[in-house]
């Protein structure tokens, strides 16, 4: 696998040092865009794209989560971008997370996220 592939603000820090990689490093992009849909900017905004891969990446560093956020979308960014790839959640487990925290926060019914369920390695999510 190539090293430094996509958009380095939202890069995995494994694929930023050039190491081996797995689908995980889609979970952490997914946080990061999530983080920048929540929250309406992007993570570490006054930096270029490299250097908030670089602080990702070589500093363990990750954007500051308001306090007033949900603790249950807190916990799921922070198992999305965790440091250890395999400490990451799998995309079916994000969506059943999804699931439950909207059922509990919008009263939708619980299987109102659904997968595509193209295939059995295919976790696209249809709303």
């Given at each position: 696998?190539?090293?430094?592939?996509?958009?380095?603000?939202?890069?995995?820090?494994?694929?930023?040092?050039?190491?081996?990689?797995?689908?995980?490093?889609?979970?952490?992009?997914?946080?990061?865009?999530?983080?920048?849909?929540?929250?309406?900017?992007?993570?570490?905004?006054?930096?270029?794209?490299?250097k908030?891969?670089?602080?990702?990446?070589?500093?363990?560093?990750?954007?500051y989560?308001?306090?007033?956020?949900?603790?249950?979308?807190?916990?799921?960014?922070?198992?999305?971008?965790?440091?250890?790839?395999?400490?990451?959640?799998?995309?079916?487990?994000?969506l059943?997370?999804?699931?439950?925290?909207s059922?509990?926060?919008?009263?939708?019914?619980?299987?109102?996220?659904v997968?595509?369920?193209?295939?059995?390695?295919?976790?696209?999510?249809?709303m």
């Amino acid at each position: 696998m190539t090293g430094e592939t996509g958009s380095y603000r939202f890069m995995a820090p494994e694929v930023f040092r050039h190491e081996r990689y797995n689908e995980s490093v889609d979970v952490y992009s997914y946080a990061m865009i999530f983080f920048n849909i929540l929250s309406g900017h992007q993570p570490w905004p006054m930096l270029n794209g490299i250097k908030a891969a670089s602080a990702a990446a070589l500093e363990g560093r990750r954007p500051y989560i308001p306090r007033d956020w949900d603790n249950r979308i807190v916990h799921l960014l922070k198992q999305c971008w965790d440091e250890d790839p395999s400490a990451r959640p799998s995309f079916s487990r994000v969506l059943a997370d999804l699931n439950v925290y909207s059922h509990h926060v919008f009263n939708t019914g619980e299987n109102d996220v659904v997968t595509a369920g193209v295939s059995s390695k295919c976790s696209c999510a249809i709303m």
